[in-house]
């Protein structure tokens, strides 16, 4: 029974790992059976990345602060893949949604732009609970809605990323 219960983890863990992302990484070289995906904006280094596996519906990278830096790296087993990329901090009409060739030692970079589409209105409410009982406030805040385009460039030999073309260093 104890094997069974250590041959059932070993699997399940196998199987999880088989298919997973590593979390914005920057290896010096390239890791064995490993894919890079590179998604970049040329704009601003504040945005709030969520990405989603459109075929397993799983985050593969959710941050609530910007990154400190122009590309969002992610590692993956080699393979075809569909994802959506949203900000978090922005108020987005439409995600983008791109399909990646992962290619064992190499680096696909993906250009996200964010083209306005027009004003929006962000509402919020606030509570408060003071002396006089509950007291509540409704702000509104005028601000740009997006959508975001996303496209695949040609895959590239990695290297790490400062060293490719389209890195931007931080200001």
């Known amino acids: 029974m104890k094997w069974l219960v250590i041959c059932l983890l070993a699997?399940?863990?196998a199987f999880l790992a088989g298919g997973c992302a590593s979390s914005n990484v920057n290896p010096a070289v390239a890791r064995p059976n490993t894919g890079y995906v590179?998604?970049?904006?040329?704009?601003?280094?504040?945005?709030?990345?969520?990405?989603?596996?459109?075929a397993s519906n799983r985050k593969v990278f959710s941050k609530f602060r910007p990154l400190g830096e122009p590309?969002?790296?992610?590692?993956?087993?080699?393979?075809?893949?569909?994802?959506q990329v949203t900000?978090?901090?922005?108020?987005?009409?439409?995600?983008g949604t791109v399909n990646v060739d992962a290619r064992d030692g190499m680096v696909?970079?993906?250009?996200?732009?964010?083209?306005?589409?027009?004003?929006?209105?962000?509402?919020?409410?606030?509570?408060?609970?003071?002396?006089?009982g509950r007291t509540s406030r409704v702000s509104r805040t005028e601000t740009v809605n997006y959508?975001?385009?996303?496209?695949?460039?040609?895959?590239?030999?990695?290297?790490?990323?400062?060293q490719m073309p389209y890195f931007i260093p931080p200001s």
């Open 11 to 13: 699997i399940s863990s």
């Open 38 to 54: 590179d998604f970049y904006v040329t704009i601003t280094n504040d945005l709030f990345w969520d990405v989603t596996d459109m």
């Open 71 to 83: 590309i969002l790296r992610l590692a993956f087993t080699p393979g075809q893949y569909q994802f």
């Open 87 to 95: 900000f978090l901090n922005r108020v987005i009409a439409a995600p």
């Open 108 to 132: 696909t970079p993906v250009l996200v732009t964010l083209p306005p589409v027009g004003p929006a209105a962000v509402h919020s409410r606030s509570t408060y609970f003071g002396l006089r």
């Open 147 to 162: 959508n975001i385009t996303a496209e695949p460039q040609p895959p590239l030999p990695y290297r790490p990323k400062e």
